[in-house]
């Protein structure tokens, strides 16, 4: 049998607003991350302008494809 745990209200806001800002910090990380690869393989590569910007909206619709994927 397990115990109910009563919780007040205001610490819970408070958890749930931790929570929200931890995982604004872990998206705000992951795509600071893709950025700095994506720049990283941009310079190695050479790209010139065209490239760089079909490789940028490439970039974008993957990034929206994983967003709505994960709804």
């Known amino acids: 049998m397990e115990k109910e745990i009563s919780v007040p209200r205001s610490h819970m806001k408070e958890?749930?607003?931790?929570?929200?800002?931890?995982?604004?910090?872990?998206?705000?990380?992951?795509f600071a991350s893709a950025l700095d690869s994506l720049i990283a393989h941009i310079c190695k590569s050479e790209m010139n302008r065209?490239?760089?910007i079909e490789?940028?909206?490439?970039?974008s619709e993957k990034l929206h494809n994983s967003i709505l994927n994960q709804r």
Request: net charge negative; aromatic share 4%; no cysteine.
């Open 55 to 59: 490789l940028l909206g490439q970039e």
């Open 15 to 30: 958890l749930l607003a931790q929570a929200t800002f931890e995982a604004q910090v872990v998206t705000a990380t992951r």
């Open 50 to 52: 065209t490239e760089i």
